[in-house]
Structure formats: structure tokens, C-alpha cells
């Protein structure tokens, strides 16, 4: 009985995780942090963990970064999947749609 809830603590820290090392390597792009946590807590239950790491590797950005030149740096990954998660996240948290 007294291991459920270690279980379920477990279970939530693996999916913090890789939303964490994707914030972060958003805001290593160079996209702002409130924009990076919005699109970061969207992308981690739509996209693979692979799928996630590659976006989260994404090489460092010189300084701030717009969305559209990020985007064309997600679109040169060659995956549809993550270019169709990664702008309608970016979409929705820019907008302020997102919830």
C-alpha cells in the first residue's frame, strides 16, 4: 500500500523530465521562457521522446530568435510530425490560445 503513491511520484517525474530538458533547450534556441514552458507542457504528450530530444538538441541560437526562424530550423529536421506539433504549439502559446 505505502508504495502507490512512491509509484504514482515516480510516474509524474518521468514526464517532467523531458517537458524540462525541452524548455530548456527551447530557451537555448533562443525562444522566450514563457513561450518555451507554454509550447514545451504541449509538445510532451504529442510528440515521442526521440522526437523530443531531437528539438531539444537543436543547435544554441545567437541570442533572441522569432518563431518563424525557429520553425525553419525545426522544418530543416526533416520530420512532419514534429514541424506540425512544434508550429501549432508555437501558434497557440504566441497567441495566447493555449490553455
Do not use: K, Y
Not at 510532451?44 to 530568435?65: C, F, K, T, Y
Amino acid at each position: 500500500m505505502r508504495s502507490a503513491p512512491l509509484l504514482v511520484m515516480l510516474l509524474l517525474a518521468g514526464c517532467a523530465v523531458p517537458e524540462a530538458r525541452l524548455r530548456a533547450g527551447l530557451v537555448n534556441a533562443g525562444l522566450p521562457r514563457p513561450l518555451a514552458a507554454c509550447m514545451a507542457g504541449r509538445m510532451v504528450d504529442r510528440l515521442s521522446l526521440n522526437q523530443l530530444m531531437r528539438i531539444a538538441d537543436l543547435p544554441r541560437a545567437g541570442g533572441a530568435e522569432s518563431l518563424d526562424r525557429f520553425l525553419h530550423r525545426v522544418r530543416a529536421l526533416g520530420d512532419p510530425e514534429i514541424l506540425a506539433v512544434t508550429s501549432s504549439s508555437g501558434a497557440l502559446c504566441a497567441t495566447g490560445l493555449a490553455r
